[in-house]
C-alpha cells in the first residue's frame, strides 16, 4: 500500500506581481489532520501562497499538491476536497444568509436534502441559526466571520485554508474562532494565516515563517522557540531612573579580544527597565561592573517567544535582503 | 466541460433571486424610461406627428419602447452583476474555488441577465398596453421574441465584459451614456430608419439595433422577418457571447 498523501506538498513556489516578488520560492509540507499556521507580517505573501494552493491564481513557477492532486492540472479534484475563509468577509449581499450558503452547497453538488439538513445543523451550531434570513449587512463583523467559516464547511473539505481568520475581531469573537478551529481538528487538515504570534502559538502543530515572500522559519512552535534557546535576552530592573543612562554605558562596553560591543540591541523599555542581548552569559559579569549595587533590584533572563523568534529571524532575513 | 447543474443553474438562480429582492425599485426604474418617451414623444408630440409609416405615432413608438427597455436591462443587469461579483463583493473568487469552470460561472450569468431583461420588457408591455391604444397581435409575439432572444443575449453579454473589465462604477454608466444609448436611439426607436441621409443608411442599416427596433417593430407589428435582420442579430448574439466567455476566462486566470 502506498502512504497516504501529505495534506499539502508545496515545492518553489515563486509568484511576481510586476516588479513585486510576492513569493520567491516558498517550499513547504503539511500533515494531514495537522494544524498549520503561516505567519508573517502585512505584505510578507500570505494570501498570495493561499490563493496559488486553492486554485485562484497561478504560481509563475512551482508546483503544489493538495492531498496529492496537482494544483495546476487537477484543479477539479482540488477544489472538491478544500476549503476557504478568505481574509475579507465576502458575502453576496442581496441575499440572505441562507440563500449565501445554499448557493455554496449546490456549487459543490450536494442534494438539497443533505445540503438543507447540513446548513441547519452548522448555523445552530454557531447560534446564527435565527438570523438565516438576514443580510450579511445585518450581522456584526464577528457573526460575519463565523457564516464564512461554516461555508466552507458545508462539502466537508479536507483541506480547510483559513486567511487570517480573527484579524479585526475583538477578543470575545476571536475567542469563539478559535474555538471552531480547534473542534475542527478532528475533521480536517487545518492551514491558516496568521499576523498574530499568540495564534500561531495556540493554535498549530506546525509553523511557517513567511517574510518578505521567503520562507526563513519552519518548525512546532516549541522548536522555533528553542531555535533561540539559551535564550540570550535580559532584563535589567533599577530602583533608580536610569535605564537610559547605563543603556549609554552599556553600549560602550567593548570586548577587548575582537573589538565589538558585548551587548546588542540595549533597549530602556522605560525608566527602570532596560533590555538587552548578549550571545555568552559570562558577559553579565560585565553588566554588575557597571552598574551601581544599590540601584540594581534584579537581572533576569528573559524566556524567548515566537515574537522574539520572529523578529529575530525576520531581522536577519531583511538585513541578508538588503546586503545582497 | 459545462456543469450545468453545478454551475451555470445556482448561478442562474442567483442572478434572478438578487433581481427580485427589491422588485419594487426594480419595476419603476424599468418603467421609468419608456414610459418618460411614451409621455413626451407619445403624448406630448401626437399633435403634431400623425401617421408613420402609416400607423399612428404611438403604434410606431410602443414596441420600440419595448424592445429598448430589454436591451438596457440586458446591459445593466449584466454590467452591474459582473461588476457587483468580480470588484464590489467580490464572490467571483469564491465561485472559483467551487469545483465547477469559469465558463459555468459567465453562462450563468448571461443567462441570468438574459431573462431578467425578458422579463422586464413583459411588465414594459402590459403597462403600455394598458395606457396605449396599442392592440398587440399575440400570434406575431413569436417573430418579435425571435429578434428579442439574440438582442437581450447581445447586450447582457456586452454587459457582463464591461463589468468585467471596468473596476470603476463611473465607468460603466460612462459606457452606457457614450456607447449604448447613442446605439439604441439610432436604430429607428422614434423614426423610421429611411429619415437618415443616404450616405450613412448603409451603415444604419447593419447595426444590431436596427435590426432589434426597426425589425423589431415590423415583427411585432406584422409579423415580418427579414434575413438580413435575423442574421445580423443571431451572428452577434454568437460573436458576443463568444467574446464575453473568452474574455472573462481571460481576465480570471491572469
Ligand atoms: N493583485 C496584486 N497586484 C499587485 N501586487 C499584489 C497583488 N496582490 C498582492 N500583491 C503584493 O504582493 C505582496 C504580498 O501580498 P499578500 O500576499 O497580500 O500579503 P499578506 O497576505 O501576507 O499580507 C505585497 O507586496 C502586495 O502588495
Ligand atoms: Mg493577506
Not at chain 2, 413608438?61 to 443587469?77: C, D, F, N, Q
Request: proline share 5%; hydrophobic share 45%; net charge neutral.
Amino acid at each position: 500500500m502506498t502512504p497516504p498523501a501529505k495534506a499539502i506538498e508545496a515545492l518553489q513556489i515563486t509568484k511576481n506581481y510586476g516588479k513585486i516578488q510576492a513569493l520567491k520560492g516558498v517550499s513547504f509540507t503539511v500533515e494531514t489532520g495537522s494544524v498549520f499556521s503561516i505567519l508573517g507580517p502585512n505584505g510578507a505573501g500570505k494570501t498570495t501562497l493561499l490563493k496559488i494552493l486553492t486554485t485562484i491564481s497561478n504560481p509563475d513557477t512551482g508546483k503544489a499538491f493538495i492531498e496529492g492532486f496537482n494544483i495546476l492540472t487537477q484543479t477539479l479534484e482540488v477544489r472538491q476536497r478544500i476549503g476557504i475563509v478568505s481574509q475579507d468577509n465576502h458575502f453576496d449581499r442581496y441575499l440572505s444568509i441562507w440563500h449565501n450558503l445554499t448557493l455554496h452547497a449546490q456549487m459543490h453538488g450536494l442534494p438539497k436534502k443533505e445540503y438543507e439538513h447540513r446548513i441547519t445543523a452548522l448555523l445552530k451550531q454557531v447560534d446564527l441559526y435565527d438570523r438565516r434570513f438576514s443580510l450579511a449587512d445585518d450581522l456584526s463583523g464577528g457573526m460575519q466571520r463565523r457564516v464564512s467559516l461554516i461555508r466552507a464547511l458545508i462539502h466537508n473539505p479536507r483541506v480547510l485554508f483559513l486567511d487570517e481568520p480573527t484579524t479585526g475581531l475583538d477578543p470575545q469573537a476571536r475567542a469563539e474562532i478559535w474555538e471552531m478551529i480547534e473542534n475542527l481538528k478532528q475533521t480536517a487538515t487545518i492551514i491558516l494565516t496568521t499576523h498574530y504570534m499568540e495564534e500561531a502559538d495556540r493554535l498549530s502543530d506546525r509553523i511557517l515563517l513567511l517574510n518578505q515572500g521567503q520562507g526563513v522559519g519552519i518548525g512546532t512552535p516549541r522548536e522555533l522557540k528553542l531555535a533561540l534557546t539559551p535564550s540570550n535576552k535580559y532584563e535589567l530592573a533599577l530602583g533608580v531612573p536610569k535605564a537610559k543612562d547605563y543603556a549609554t554605558v552599556l553600549q560602550q562596553v567593548i570586548n577587548p579580544l575582537t573589538d565589538v560591543p558585548v551587548f546588542e540591541e540595549i533597549i530602556p523599555l522605560n525608566d527602570f527597565t532596560l533590555e538587552f542581548q548578549t550571545a555568552k552569559p559570562e558577559n553579565l559579569k560585565e553588566v554588575l561592573r557597571h552598574i551601581d549595587p544599590s540601584d540594581l533590584i534584579r537581572l533576569g533572563k528573559l524566556e524567548a517567544n515566537l515574537e522574539d523568534v520572529f523578529l529575530s529571524i525576520t531581522k536577519r532575513s531583511n538585513a541578508q535582503e538588503r546586503a545582497s | 466541460m459545462l456543469n450545468f447543474k453545478q454551475g451555470i443553474f445556482p448561478l442562474y438562480q442567483k442572478v434572478l433571486r438578487q433581481e427580485s429582492q427589491s422588485w419594487i425599485a426594480e419595476t419603476l426604474t424599468t418603467l421609468a424610461v419608456p414610459l418618460s418617451f411614451f409621455l413626451a414623444f407619445g403624448l406630448g408630440l401626437r399633435g403634431y406627428i400623425s401617421n408613420v409609416n402609416g400607423v399612428p405615432y404611438l403604434v410606431f413608438l410602443a414596441p420600440g419602447l419595448i424592445s429598448l427597455t430589454i436591451m438596457l436591462e440586458a446591459y445593466r443587469t449584466g454590467a452591474w452583476g459582473l461588476w457587483l461579483d468580480r470588484w464590489y463583493q467580490k464572490m467571483i473568487n469564491e465561485y472559483r474555488i467551487k469545483p465547477i469552470t469559469t465558463s459555468d460561472i459567465i453562462i450563468g450569468e448571461i443567462l441570468g441577465g438574459f431573462t431578467v431583461a425578458l422579463f422586464k420588457g413583459a411588465i414594459v408591455t402590459l403597462v403600455l398596453l394598458i395606457l396605449a391604444p396599442v392592440s398587440v397581435h399575440w400570434k406575431y409575439l413569436g417573430p418579435y421574441l425571435f429578434y428579442m432572444f439574440p438582442g437581450s443575449i447581445l447586450f447582457t453579454c456586452i454587459g457582463t465584459m464591461v463589468g468585467t473589465m471596468f473596476r470603476k462604477p463611473d465607468q460603466i454608466a460612462q459606457i452606457q451614456t457614450i456607447v449604448i444609448t447613442p446605439l439604441l436611439y439610432l436604430g429607428g426607436l422614434f423614426f423610421p430608419i429611411q429619415a437618415f441621409p443616404a450616405s450613412i443608411l448603409p451603415i444604419i442599416t447593419w447595426l444590431p439595433t436596427t435590426a432589434l427596433f426597426d425589425g423589431g417593430r415590423e415583427a411585432l407589428l406584422s409579423g415580418h422577418l427579414t434575413i438580413q435582420y435575423s442574421l445580423i442579430l443571431w451572428l452577434s448574439a454568437g460573436l458576443s457571447f463568444w467574446a464575453a466567455t473568452l474574455l472573462f476566462n481571460r481576465k480570471l486566470s491572469e
